[in-house]
């Protein structure tokens, strides 16, 4: 196993680069370039001890991506009226089509105020510059707010009540564990990096995996002991876990005195939340939480490999927390290969002051919920207020039409004919359909960028590795473009986008962009005793927290529209909390949509290779169910609720309990026979404490058609 992260000179004809796409993984690359214009073969950069010679099947096969023949070519205006059907578009100029998006705008501002234009986005590019220029268009502007909430405010808000900063061990230091928690995620299909540390853990010292999901994913399937809790009761197998390891005396109690603030109300707490009590609420017999907690109870060196997926509930903040718990209770944090991690985002440090025009920030410009574009979009007054409807969008990075919640809503919305959409796209995705301009964008393969990661340490910088696809532009550049129409000012507008981070790292205090090219990286990890906590936790008052303060948690970050008081019933200590869409007798089932291995949210739904390995939009169902509902392989089945409802073919799986649905995504809208995709069954609810989006805490009904 490598450990350090050396430059390696690679063979004539390949070149180094960074995978781009929303993974926390955010794997070193090395790319075989046949010519200016084409690329070949891509694989996981061998030299770099996090990805160490790995990357995921689809993005192996990039060339089909990037080559594509829908790749967007041109800059396209509209012809008539929006609709999904019919739709058609006139090539036009770059000139042309900038000066409509600025005159739309220039207009729209003119008639409500600047507050009415909202620029939207999210990480199809996790470049620093790419993906968050658009800010700086905003704050210049004084365009309406985004409160990114559709991915990691959940997992987010839980890890911060209980450890205080997005940062824990370093994912390398599995090779050193003993047991390999991995729980509500899916790292076979969503990062799969960590399956080559686990089994770096697995080869030198036998150690033993736990995956903690409600179905048996490809993680879970190479699980010592796999645990298919009911969706959103995570909070219950966290308590009784706890309770088990109080018991049978394997709470290292000089740690929890010495770093954490537990007291004897914790204690007291604990005391009633037994695997009796758990059993019922998660659906695992009590063996199975005995035993898992006494093989966690009896490991020193165990890491916890927390995921974002059980946190997309209502009460996914608090389930996080709760299972955040379980190495301070043992102590594992002291330990080499001991601890836990979610994501590294704070170690990085890195000032986007010029990146995001932070300098010219107005706090009192409204600032509204990414997840809930939908009802946004159609005037939900919950989000608009007093405020000016929204007609004016730009879209860079992201494809709201299919991967938010209540699809009906946010398709309804962007249809509106009083509503100036741009979006700026690789392909024709289902919401650049719906615009009134549509631009073409670059690749990473073809811009200049740089890149943090959740999953790992290092920082990288990327460089274009082929010439643009004729017509294509970045998004800096189109940033930049727009600025100079709409007399937005700032410094970053004038800057190329490999100025932007030369200055922006100078501004970090890390080494020139230059150089970490050349290092090809920078490892930013921080030494044992931060990484562990050992000099003290991220709070205040240097301690771990059982006991949550979320409303703490709700207001540390500025940036969420006012959500007060959605903390309120949340749990101190590790708990279960009845926030959810319960099942009921109308609505029996509860739906995980959880991630495809093939696509990448919607990304790679484009692709032979991934259209392949997907197939068709599938539902599992237990075989009990299928039974008593006359359903088999192949059956056409409706799932519903109050939102809607799709169909799509049933797969008997029983890997899951009896009582629940797992539909992997995210398959296009276009892909279902209504033309409507799963998200539109998933609620806008905001998730507590301060927002987030909800996509695993879906109660339905099942029928055959
Ligand atoms: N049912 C269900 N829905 C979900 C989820 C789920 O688990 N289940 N997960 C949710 C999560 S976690 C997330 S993060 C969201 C993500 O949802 P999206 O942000 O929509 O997802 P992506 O597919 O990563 O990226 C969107 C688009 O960015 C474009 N893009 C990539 N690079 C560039 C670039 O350089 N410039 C421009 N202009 N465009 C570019 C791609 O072509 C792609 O169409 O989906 C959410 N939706
Ligand atoms: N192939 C592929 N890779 C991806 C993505 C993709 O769409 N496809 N999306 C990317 C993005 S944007 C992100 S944010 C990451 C997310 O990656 P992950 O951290 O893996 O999170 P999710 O994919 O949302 O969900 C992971 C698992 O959580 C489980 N889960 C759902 N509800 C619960 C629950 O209540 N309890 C427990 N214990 N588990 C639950 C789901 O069944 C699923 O298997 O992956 C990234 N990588
Ligand atoms: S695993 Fe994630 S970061 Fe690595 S190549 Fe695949 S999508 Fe990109
Ligand atoms: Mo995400």
Redesign the pocket.
Known sequence: MPLDNRATELPSGWAYSTC???CPSACALEVQVLSSDRVGKLRGARANSYTAGVICAKVARYAERVHHPDRLTTPLKRNGEKGLTGTSFTPISWEAALDEVAEAFTQAEQRYGSETVWPHY????MGHV?RDGINRLRHAKHYSGQWST??TSLPESGWLAGVGAKKGVDAREMAKSDLIVIWGGNPVNTQVNVMTHVAYARKARGAKLVVIDPYRTGTADQADLHLAVKPSTDGALAAAVIHVLLKEGYADRAYLEKYTDWSAEAERHFAERTPAWASTITGLSEEEILAFARLYGSTKRSYLRIG?GFA?ARNGAANLHAASCLPAVTGAWQYEGGGALWGNGLIYGLDKTLVEGLDVRDPSVRILDQSRIGPILVGDERDLGEGPPVTGLLI?????AA?SPETKKCLEGLGRNDLFTCV????M?ETAALADIVLP????LEHTDCYTASGHTFFQVTKPLIDPLPECRS?HEVICALAKRLGAEHPGFEMSAWELIDRTLQASGMPSAEEIWQGQGLDKAEDFETAHFLKGFPHPDGKFHFKADWRRVANAHIGQPSYAGLFAGMPGYADHWESLDATDEERPYRLV???ARGF????FTETPGSQAREGRPEVLIHPRTCEALGIEDGTRVRLGNALGSVVLHAKVFDGLQPDVLVVE??FPNHRFEEGLG??SL?SADPGAPRGG?V?HDTAVWLRTT
């Not at 990448?600 to 990304?603: A, D, G, R, V």
Request: charged residues 5%; proline residues 7%; hydrophobic residues 35%.
């Open positions: 781009p796409h929303d999210f990480a199809g590019t790419q559709i991915c974002y997309r860079q990075n992201t494809n709201p991967v700026h796209e690789q392909f995705t964008a670059t690749t990473f998004n949509a959880a991630p990448l949210n919607t990304s995504s995210i799963i998200n998933v989006a996509f």
